[in-house]
Every structure is written in structure tokens, then in C-alpha cells.
């Protein structure tokens, strides 16, 4: 693992980073007018990092999944009597055991992924998806007229696979129907690039 991959798996060093650079309503924007979960509905976060979306959610059951233990005990030392977090995969049996989720994200992950590990990952979430549920995503993007310096950072970041929004919804739509597409320049304090899907399961 190259030292910028392994710095940023510091959960410290991830959340001051992640604070630096994201403008201060980011966060807000992303949990009111797009995850928009409600008091009591179900939210299972795959990859969820240390979690900070959490504190904008409202009174949800929430359950947080990441590989790395370093996010996962951030993330009990933080929002511990508000969550469940676990650190393993979606697949693992104790994730599937907690049935079906109103409300599932995908923050900043599939970036990460290869195309077919992407395609494998949301044939197993769409089967978690309560009937009038609804994935989000959001990742970086390559968009055609960004501004350069958005694009450069865009290409530096650690994920190995990021996409044009043509790309990301070509793999989401082997699996969900895509309700909403948004790509957004300003959500970072640099010039940046995001595009964020909403996706329900296609019906039958």
C-alpha cells in the first residue's frame, strides 16, 4: 500500500482532511435533500469511514460497515450510543441477518472498486433495499469542461477507479433504476467534481 493510502487510513488524519476541504453545508446538503431519511427508518453505510454522516442524520437506525477497525472504533468512540458499527464486509452473515434497510450509502466508495467489483456489490444491496427505499452515491467524477484543477486533484486521489457519471450509472443500472443524477463543482472548499445518484431497485 502506497504512504498516501496508508496516511489516510488514520482516522484523524482522514476526518481533519475530509473537514479542510469539504465546505461546511456539505455534509447537511447531502443528508437533508438527498439520503432525506426520516425518525425511525433503517440506514446501513457500506464503507462507512468514520461515519461522519451521521451526525446530520435524524433519530435513524443506522448501522455503519468498513474494513478498516481503526474507522470502526472512531466511529463507536464518536457516535457509539447512536449506531451499530461493524467492521467486515457486506456480505458477512451478521449484516445480512439485520434484514432490509430503508436508506442505503455509498459514500465515497465506489471509486475504490473495479468495474466487477461494483457490479457484484450492488446485485447483493439491491437484495437490501426495502420496497420504496433508496441507494445514494457519491463520488468524484471526470466530467468533460471541469476546470483543470479539479480535474488534476480528481486524478490524484487514492481511488484507483474514478469515472465519468456515464460510467458510474452504466454499473449502478445492472442492478438499480436510477431516479436522480446530480454532479456538483462547489461542494469542496477547491474546485472538485462530485456526481451523486439516487437509485431505487428496478420493480419485479
Not at 469539504?22 to 425511525?40: C, F, H, M, Q, T
Not at 477497525?69 to 458499527?85: H, K, M, T, V, W
Not at 436508506?103 to 450492488?122: F, K, Y
Request: charged residues 25%.
Amino acid at each position: 500500500m502506497e504512504l498516501r493510502a496508508r496516511i489516510m487510513r488514520i482516522p484523524v488524519v482522514y476526518n481533519l482532511f475530509a473537514h479542510g476541504v469539504s465546505r461546511a453545508d456539505l455534509y447537511p446538503w447531502l443528508a437533508e435533500s438527498v439520503i432525506n431519511a426520516k425518525d425511525g427508518q433503517s440506514v446501513i453505510d457500506v464503507g462507512c469511514g468514520t461515519a461522519k454522516i451521521l451526525k446530520y442524520l435524524p433519530s435513524v437506525h443506522y448501522v455503519g460497515i468498513d474494513h478498516n477497525p481503526d474507522y470502526i472504533e472512531a466511529s463507536n468512540q464518536a457516535y457509539g450510543l447512536r449506531g451499530e458499527f461493524i467492521v467486515g464486509d457486506v456480505n458477512d452473515d451478521h449484516v445480512r441477518e439485520r434484514g432490509k434497510f430503508d436508506r442505503i450509502l455509498l459514500l465515497g466508495v465506489l471509486h475504490h472498486l473495479s468495474d466487477d467489483e461494483v457490479t457484484r456489490l450492488v446485485s447483493q444491496l439491491v437484495r437490501s433495499l426495502k420496497v420504496g427505499g433508496h441507494l445514494t452515491t457519491f463520488d468524484n467524477a471526470i466530467v468533460n469542461g471541469q476546470h483543470p484543477l479539479a480535474r488534476l486533484l480528481v486524478k490524484l486521489d487514492r481511488g484507483r477507479y474514478v469515472r465519468s457519471p456515464s460510467e458510474y450509472r452504466r454499473l449502478l443500472e445492472t442492478a438499480f433504476k436510477i431516479d436522480e443524477e446530480i454532479v456538483r463543482h462547489d461542494l469542496l472548499r477547491v474546485p472538485y467534481t462530485h456526481v451523486i445518484f439516487r437509485a431505487s431497485a428496478v420493480a419485479g
